[in-house]
């Protein structure tokens, strides 16, 4: 069993910054891959960003290549997501997940297992 509580959204300008941490729960958080997804109002929700669990390998979503980095502190069991040049768009509730699989990073939410509340993102034109 694992829980995961989202933290760091806020109300931004385009073009500003964030930084999401998402902290889980128990002493196992190295065996998980971790993601991040994001649902904007109207949307459904949609992949953003994952990493494997010794933080080798990462995948991303075409919207946020280049400007968003995923990140992960095992020995804090917390991933990190840094949100560069945000846009309008981005505009939505970030949500946490992981899933067993160490390493497989898939883009469907389907096969994530373990979710957060999410943080809201706000970003201004």
């Known amino acids: 069993q694992v829980q995961l509580a989202e933290s760091g959204g806020g109300l931004v300008q385009a073009g500003g910054s964030l930084r999401l941490g998402c902290v889980a729960s128990?002493?196992?958080?190295?065996?998980?891959?971790m993601g991040w997804f994001r649902q904007a109002p109207g949307k459904e929700r949609e992949f953003v960003a994952a990493?494997?669990?010794?933080?080798?390998?990462?995948d991303y979503a075409d919207s946020v290549k280049g400007r968003f980095t995923i990140s992960r502190d095992n020995a804090k069991s917390t991933v990190y997501l840094q949100m560069n040049t945000l846009k309008p768009e981005d505009m939505a509730v970030y949500y946490c997940?992981?899933?067993?699989?160490?390493?497989?990073?898939?883009?469907?939410?389907?096969?994530?297992?373990?979710w957060g509340q999410g943080t809201q993102v706000t970003v201004s034109s």
């Open positions: 997940a992981a899933r067993g699989t160490t390493y497989y990073l898939p883009r469907r939410e389907n096969e994530w297992v373990y």
């Open positions: 128990g002493r196992t958080f190295w065996r998980y891959a």
């Open positions: 990493i494997s669990s010794d933080g080798g390998k990462t």
